[in-house]
Structure formats: C-alpha cells, structure tokens
Nanobody, 125 residues
C-alpha cells in the first residue's frame, strides 16, 4: 500500500519561505517520478514541480521556476519542495503525487498513480 504524507504547510507572509515534505512508504520508489501539484480555491489542480527519483532530473511550472526547488532524499524516502519568494497567488492546497511508470517527467494529473491528502499553504500580502 503506497502512502504519501505531506507536511510543512502553513501561513507565511509574502516574500517568505516554506519547505514542504512528502514522506513516501509502501514501495521501492527508485523508478518513480514524484510530483507536486496545487489547487487554489475555485481552480483546478495544476502541476508545480517534479523530480525523477532515479536520475534527479527536475521540471517546473513556469509560474514557480526560479523560486521553488524540488529534491529527494533516498535515505529518508522523502521528497521536498522548497518554496522561496512566496506570493499570495501561491496560496493553495499542495499535493504530493507518484507516477510508478513514468515516461519522462509528466506534468498531467491523470498520469500520476498515487496522491497524498494535501497540505494547505497560505501566503498573506
């Protein structure tokens, strides 16, 4: 049973930073791609960033490029999303996801097989 558990969300002022964590368990994730998505109020869930567990290759949405960094720690089976220079428009529920059979670095939600419950990030102006 794959489990993804996010943590690290909270309330932060614009310009601040947060680091989200996604603890993965239940499988060997060495061939997976791990992604971060977010859903803002009244909007669809969208891609934020992703990392290949095996190669470390990353991909980012244009809206977060240069501000967010995704990484993984194989020893801890944990994926991180470091978020700097946060803006009010980054306010959303952030979800961790896992693609067990990736072709490249997928950015579409339906390509991911497993999802966490989400963690709320609120950025005040």
């Amino acid at each position: 049973q794959v489990q993804l558990v996010e943590s690290g969300g909270g309330l932060v002022q614009a310009g601040g930073s947060l680091r989200l964590s996604c603890a993965a368990s239940g499988r060997t994730f060495s061939s997976y791609v791990m992604g971060w998505f977010r859903r803002a109020p009244g909007k669809a869930r969208v891609f934020v960033a992703a990392v290949s567990w095996s190669s470390g290759r990353t991909q980012y949405a244009d809206t977060v490029k240069g501000r967010f960094t995704v990484s993984r720690d194989s020893a801890k089976n944990t994926v991180y999303l470091q978020m700097n220079s946060l803006k009010p428009e980054d306010t959303a529920v952030y979800y961790c996801a896992a693609d067990r059979n990736p072709a490249g670095i997928p950015t579409l939600t339906f390509l991911y097989d497993y999802w966490g419950q989400g963690t709320q990030v609120t950025v005040s102006s």
